[in-house]
């Protein structure tokens, strides 16, 4: 059976490479037969990857071509890097990448300890029912939909609404104010209201990786009389290094992609010039402008990024964790 | 001896008492501005407007709720969204899982070539503009097909089905090639009803992500009568922001007016995701350990 999952390397296969091409065609045809039936499933799943994945990988070319609505993909003339030569003298763009990164950075250095701490905290609860319901209510937010939360955001933050009446009761402020029409904030509000959603749901893999924690540990520790924390710093989190970096990993990988339907639905007039990130300026200069060659030039070289965001981080957590690989 | 015990008494009873103060600031945070949502759309539009209230409603009133019923489009767009998350899931998870259980078969022809197919199309893609270019020209674009042919697949989920029928004792099967069932059979008649769990998992993730999902709407559908709710909730949102600013100091009845309706779209929007997380519960915390296990 193994000689059959065998890849021809090279246009030879290694465990038979005396038998001539045409008779492992053959053979290959022989087989193929015989699983007819299995095969049926799977070609619609080929067929789906084709059309649906690498065909659009394809299509990526037109970020080199200068492709208008009259054109089809191979008729559009080639530019070669011309589009990305007009991506890095372009004010807009850059706006977007600092706005990117700004909000990005306040999720990761914010958004990426909270889940850890919340996490132990529940933890350290001895179990029972308020454990149960703080489970449950920290995962809720998660299920909501950007739009949806983005809506409740707007009726929050109204000249009538909660947020106002609880800063006028505390005597912070004096007047109420919309602070989603303030750009100077709008970083804040995508970081918070990000965190806010997604904190709990991060705290699921924690809560599971630390339940298989041996609890002996934790017996032995008390023996030697360390206290709470410093069990928590002894004992809980070496033991959630490895996911803890597995995860911080792939936060920074998508550090350039943040939430297209955060920003949308967030984004108005007047804070336009903080909350744009790539990702609305590609929908933007894509979808509403029609220029649809320079909108997948952006998107290309920001997944480019991406991916060598995503092998450094690696790289550097490898050192990090004593050559074991985390990805 | 008995001043250690003592001592570490003190400091757990400490730590579990702060422990739990904070644990409770933080569902706080969480449930108050969500039912301030809910009394909010249970308020009229003048108590909406004069503000004042966190915990409840100045003024009860079903107003809001009224007028989102009395609005046709809105209805309509429940029924697009429920349609395309029943069609969307079911087709989705068994799509998923006939790829799955082919591939789970070690001795399947092209085995390797199919997985690093699955592979790249977890890390590359070509993003928004060539996706709609090839949308438009598979004739998708304002059609309720977009919905659900586009979402067919996810490699993810095939792993997660792929593993878990590999689990199956093989004995199952080769019992049945004994007495004459082909691939079909076994999987449709032996396979499925064993994979019930895992499959509802997915279906469950698939289900909340076809009910949330608005830029498949954004992108892709101009046709009013093919918008879900949630694209609805956001027309009606951008709408009550505009207004909002063109009115600044003016006319406050419209603002809200809309506000209402929005807070009431909010609501209903939100109901179905709210009445099935208990059963949600039950499946998405296993999903997400299967998630994390990759092949």
């Given at each position: 059976m193994d000689k059959l999952a065998v890849v021809p390397v090279n246009g030879k296969n290694p465990m038979n490479s005396k038998?001539?091409?045409?008779?492992?065609?053959?053979?290959f045809v022989i087989d193929y037969k015989r699983q007819w039936e299995i095969q049926s499933m799977i070609i619609p799943g080929i067929i789906f990857m084709i059309i649906f994945c690498f065909i659009p990988i394809y299509g990526l070319t037109i970020a080199f071509k200068s492709y208008t609505v009259i054109d089809t993909l191979d008729s559009a003339p080639w530019v070669g890097l011309d589009n990305f030569r007009i991506i890095l003298s372009d004010k807009y763009f850059w706006d977007a990448v600092v706005n990117t990164l700004g909000i990005s950075f306040l999720k990761l250095a914010i958004g990426f300890v909270i889940p850890i701490i919340l996490s132990v905290m529940i933890y350290e609860l001895s179990g029972g029912r308020f454990k149960k319901?703080?489970?449950?209510?920290?995962?809720?937010?998660?299920?909501?939909s950007?739009?949806?939360?983005?809506?409740?955001?707007i009726a929050w933050f109204s000249s009538s609404g909660m947020f106002n009446e609880?800063?006028?009761n505390l005597g912070i402020i004096s007047k109420p104010v919309n602070i989603l029409l303030d750009a100077n904030k709008y970083w804040w509000i995508a970081t918070l209201s990000d965190i806010w959603k997604e904190a709990g749901w991060g705290t699921i893999l924690y809560l599971a990786i630390m339940s298989k924690i041996d609890p002996t540990y934790y017996e032995a520790a008390k023996i030697d009389g360390a206290s709470r924390m410093r069990q928590i710093w002894n004992i809980t989190l070496p033991n959630m290094k490895p996911i803890i970096s597995l995860n911080l990993i792939l936060t920074v990988s998508g550090l350039l992609g943040s939430n297209l339907d955060q920003t949308l639905v967030l984004m108005n007039s007047q804070n336009r010039v903080k909350a744009e990130v790539i990702n609305s300026y590609v929908y933007r200069m894509g979808m509403t402008q029609g220029d649809f060659s320079y909108a997948t030039a952006v998107g290309l070289g920001v997944s480019i990024v991406s991916v060598i965001l995503l092998i450094s981080a690696n790289k550097v957590s490898n050192k990090l964790n004593d050559n074991q690989s985390v990805l | 001896m008995n001043r250690t015990v003592a001592k570490e008494d003190l400091d757990s009873r400490i730590f579990n008492t702060i422990n739990i103060i904070l644990l409770c600031i933080c569902t706080v945070i969480i449930v108050v501005p969500l039912w301030n949502v809910v009394i909010s759309s249970l308020s009229s539009g003048k108590a909406l407007a004069e503000g004042g209230f966190i915990f409840w409603s100045k003024d009860f009133s079903l107003e809001n709720y009224r007028a989102v019923f009395n609005d046709e489009t809105i209805g309509l767009a429940f029924l697009v969204s429920i349609a395309k998350t029943f069609i969307g899931v079911i087709t989705h998870v068994f799509f998923c899982a006939m790829i799955g259980y082919g591939l789970s078969k070690k001795y399947i022809r092209g085995r390797k070539l199919y997985v690093a197919m699955g592979v790249i199309t977890m890390f590359?893609?070509?993003?928004m503009i060539p996706t709609y270019l090839l949308i438009k020209s598979l004739g998708l674009l304002n059609s309720f097909w977009v919905y659900i042919i586009p979402a067919l697949f996810s490699y993810y989920d095939v792993v997660i089905l792929m593993n878990f029928f590999r689990n199956v004792p093989d004995s199952l099967e080769e019992s049945a090639k004994i007495d004459g069932a082909g691939d079909w059979r076994i999987f449709l008649k032996?396979?499925?009803?064993?994979?019930?769990?895992?499959?509802?998992?997915?279906?469950?993730?698939?289900?909340?992500?076809?009910?949330n999902d608005f830029m498949t709407t954004k992108l892709y559908i101009t046709d009013q009568a093919l918008y879900p709710l949630q694209m609805k909730l956001y027309e009606i949102i951008v709408q009550s922001q505009t207004q909002a600013m063109q009115n600044v100091g003016g006319s406050a009845?419209?603002?809200?007016?809309?506000?209402?309706?929005?807070?009431?779209?909010?609501?209903?929007?939100?109901?179905?995701?709210?009445?099935?997380?208990?059963?949600?519960?039950?499946?998405?915390?296993?999903?997400?350990?299967?998630g994390a296990v990759k092949e």
């Open positions: 038998k001539p091409m045409g008779q492992r065609f053959k053979e319901i703080v489970q449950t209510i920290s995962y809720l937010p998660h299920f909501l950007w739009i949806v939360l983005g809506g409740m955001l609880i800063l006028l | 590359f893609s070509g993003g032996i396979f499925i009803p064993l994979s019930m769990p895992a499959m509802a998992t997915i279906a469950l993730f698939n289900g909340v992500g076809q009910w009845i419209i603002e809200t007016t809309t506000k209402g309706v929005q807070l009431a779209t909010i609501v209903i929007t939100t109901l179905p995701i709210v009445v099935m997380y208990p059963i949600l519960q039950r499946y998405f915390i296993s999903g997400m350990m299967m």
